[in-house]
């Protein structure tokens, strides 16, 4: 463990602050939905940007679906039931999506209600 955590901030910015677990998933939430976004207002010219993004935000929620799933997961089991729920509208939508018979939109309002309460989380602590 600690050969890899040598590893991975060997050439890492000492000056850079550390980032919380939660703040490294706000970040990746808003990476991405900033660029489901910037795909949508884009329009069906950019349908290669509108469908990575969908892809990288599918990518997310099915690491996020795993890790509620966890039973050592130690959000509250309510919290992760709808965590869970999330990831399959996301995925079932997302097929909308990229079939062309749905917008974008849920899916950033989904990932930007998640920005928000992880933001406010991390000022509660």
């Given amino acids: 463990m600690f050969a890899t955590t040598l590893a991975k901030t060997a ?3 000492p000056e850079q602050p550390a980032r919380t677990a939660r703040g490294t998933e706000f970040e990746v939430f808003a990476r991405i939905t900033r660029r489901l976004k910037q795909a949508a207002e ?3 010219t950019q349908f290669p940007a509108l469908a990575t993004a969908v892809y990288d935000n599918r990518k997310l929620w099915t690491v996020l679906a795993s890790d509620v799933a ?4 130690e959000l509250p ?3 992760r039931a709808r965590l869970f729920y999330l990831n399959k509208f996301t995925q079932t939508h997302s ?3 990229l079939a062309g018979d749905a917008s974008v939109d849920i899916l950033i309002e989904i990932n930007t209600s998640i920005m928000r309460g992880l933001r406010q989380e991390g000022s509660a602590a």
């Fill in 95 to 97: 097929r909308k999506v």
């Fill in 77 to 79: 089991n309510d919290l």
């Fill in 42 to 44: 884009a329009g069906k």
């Fill in 11 to 13: 050439y890492a910015n």
């Fill in 70 to 73: 966890d039973p050592e997961n």
